[in-house]
Every structure is written in structure tokens, then in C-alpha cells.
T-cell receptor
Framework: ETGVTQSPTHLIKTRGQQVTLRCSSQ?????VSWYQQALGQGPQFIFQYYREEENGRGNFPPRFSGLQFPNYSSELNVNALELDDSALYLC???????????????FGPGTRLTVT | ELKVEQNPLFLSMQEGKNYTIYCNYS?????LYWYRQDPGKSLESLFVLLSNGAVKQEGRLMASLDTKARLSTLHITAAVHDLSATYFCAVDGTGGFKTIFGAGTRLFVKA
């Protein structure tokens, strides 16, 4: 069974640029959530994708957007990068049955984004 | 709005001592998690608590859940240096969507 993977591991971007982060969900999982963790803080929920649609969003501006693909992998896109976007970005996958509650989520290793 | 509060935020303790980390949450939830995070690393799942009165133990760590009080505790028994890390509690919103994390407890165990 393959766990959650993320790429790249580290990334350095300049303010104003755009970035795309990638996540491959664990085998059998159909839901992906993205979190931002600034240094010294707890992870903050960005959004969740299920069946290729956004299924819930935290308090993040529209320049944070995402995609989920038919194989359940996902991308997080951030436009017009700001210095405060520097953080560890975590992806988590889980299984959402047709009826009932989403199962426990499993986290990937994260992507460290530095904006200069 | 679901909020999660942990205390203490920082804990320095001697090896061999016992201590408890507290996690309060503001609204009804389906699930509560405890995670460990080492510096620069991702989250390691420690416990998932689903029902009132649930108690789980792994090594020197024991977690419990009181859904009526909306309180979970993580108890550390006879701490060792290897337990030094940041511990987060997190709570799922209704239906399992939008997991909300506490600010974390930075634990340092002195040898």
C-alpha cells in the first residue's frame, strides 16, 4: 500500500510568482485535504476535494485554488505569492464512503515553501 | 465555529516525571486526533478517539476523551527525552470535514 506522497519537497519562490504543489493520495482514498502550517503554528485547513470538486474551504483567499484529478491526486495552486505564504504545506488523503462519515486522514511528508 | 484550544503551549519537564496536556474544543465533533510532529517533519498520528470515555494507550502516552465536557487529555508517564516534540490535538467538524488543529504543545524533556 502506497502512502501519501507530495512534491516537491522544498521550493523557493519570489513574491508575486505562482506555485503549484502536488499530492498523490494513498491507495483506495478518494478525498484530499490541504493544510498550511506556518512556523510555530498548528496546521490551518485550506480546502478539501472530493469527486474532483471543492468540498469545504477554510479562511483562505481565492488566490489559493486546487484541483483533484480522476485518479484522486491533487494540486494546490497559489497565485501572487506573498511573504506570509512561506510555510509547510501538508496534504492529507482519506476515504469518504457514499453514506456516512469520512474516515481518518493520513498526511503526506509536506512541501516546504519559502517566498522571498 | 469550531475552535480547539490546547494547554500548555510549552512544557519543559524532567525525565521520569508525569504530566498531562489538555485539549478543549468548542462544538460537537465526530472524531478527535492526537498527532506528534518533530521539527521539520510531517504529522505522525498517535491516537484517534471516537466516543465518550474512549481511552487509548501507546507506550508512555495515554489519551482520553470526554465528549460531554468537550475535553481530551494526553497523559505522559515517566517521560523520556525521545518524547520531545510538538503535540497537536485536532478535531473533525460534522461529517468529518474541515479538521481544526490546536496551536500545539511544545514538549521538551530534559535528561
Amino acid at each position: 500500500e502506497t502512502g501519501v506522497t507530495q512534491s516537491p519537497t522544498h521550493l523557493i519562490k519570489t513574491r508575486g510568482q505562482q506555485v503549484t504543489l502536488r499530492c498523490s493520495s494513498q491507495s483506495g482514498h478518494n478525498t484530499v485535504s490541504w493544510y498550511q502550517q506556518a512556523l510555530g503554528q498548528g496546521p490551518q485547513f485550506i480546502f478539501q476535494y472530493y469527486r474532483e470538486e471543492e468540498n469545504g474551504r477554510g479562511n483562505f483567499p481565492p488566490r489559493f485554488s486546487g484541483l483533484q484529478f480522476p485518479n484522486y491526486s491533487s494540486e494546490l495552486n497559489v497565485n501572487a505569492l506573498e511573504l506570509d505564504d512561506s510555510a509547510l504545506y501538508l496534504c492529507a488523503s482519506s476515504f469518504f464512503p457514499e453514506t456516512g462519515v469520512i474516515d481518518e486522514q493520513y498526511f503526506g511528508p509536506g512541501t516546504r515553501l519559502t517566498v522571498t | 465555529e469550531l475552535k480547539v484550544e490546547q494547554n500548555p503551549l510549552f512544557l519543559s519537564m524532567q525525565e521520569g516525571k508525569n504530566y498531562t496536556i489538555y485539549c478543549n474544543y468548542s462544538t460537537t465533533s465526530d472524531r478527535l486526533y492526537w498527532y506528534r510532529q518533530d521539527p521539520g517533519k510531517s504529522l505522525e498520528s498517535l491516537f484517534v478517539l471516537l466516543s465518550n470515555g474512549a481511552v487509548k494507550q501507546e507506550g508512555r502516552l495515554m489519551a482520553s476523551l470526554d465528549t460531554k465536557a468537550r475535553l481530551s487529555t494526553l497523559h505522559i508517564t515517566a517521560a523520556v527525552h525521545d518524547l520531545s516534540a510538538t503535540y497537536f490535538c485536532a478535531v473533525d467538524g460534522t461529517g468529518g470535514f474541515k479538521t481544526i488543529f490546536g496551536a500545539g504543545t511544545r514538549l521538551f524533556v530534559k535528561a
